[in-house]
């Protein structure tokens, strides 16, 4: 009895990240958005060319919105004279996309 609720206990632990993770998407998510910027811009300080990048998110994006949010992301990244710091590129975007979907105050 107590191996089969360990069991089941476990099943349940384990399948939760993954619904969670299919329902939503990374263009949505800033803090998402901010932890992909930092890792590209760690891929172009170590030399990984721009194609090498698009392919791996193409990859591992299969969402149209997350391909896009991606690929804009790497193209603005290595397109940049200076390669930012994996951390300079999480704070930008982070904070990009946050003053993006930052409610706007009519009066």
């Not at 991606?70 to 193209?75: K, L």
């Amino acid at each position: 009895m107590k191996r089969a609720v360990a069991v089941a206990a476990l099943a349940v632990c384990l399948a939760q990240p993954s619904t969670q993770a299919f329902a939503q998407t990374v263009a949505d998510q800033c803090f998402a958005i901010g932890d992909i910027a930092g890792q590209v811009a760690s891929w172009r300080r170590h030399k990984k060319t721009k194609d090498q990048a698009l392919n791996q998110a193409q990859k591992y994006y299969k969402d149209e919105s997350d391909r896009q949010a991606v690929t804009a992301m790497i193209d603005r990244i290595y397109s940049s004279p200076e390669a930012m710091t994996p951390d300079q590129a999480s704070m930008l975007f982070t904070n990009e996309c946050a003053q993006q979907k930052k409610p706007t105050s009519t009066q």
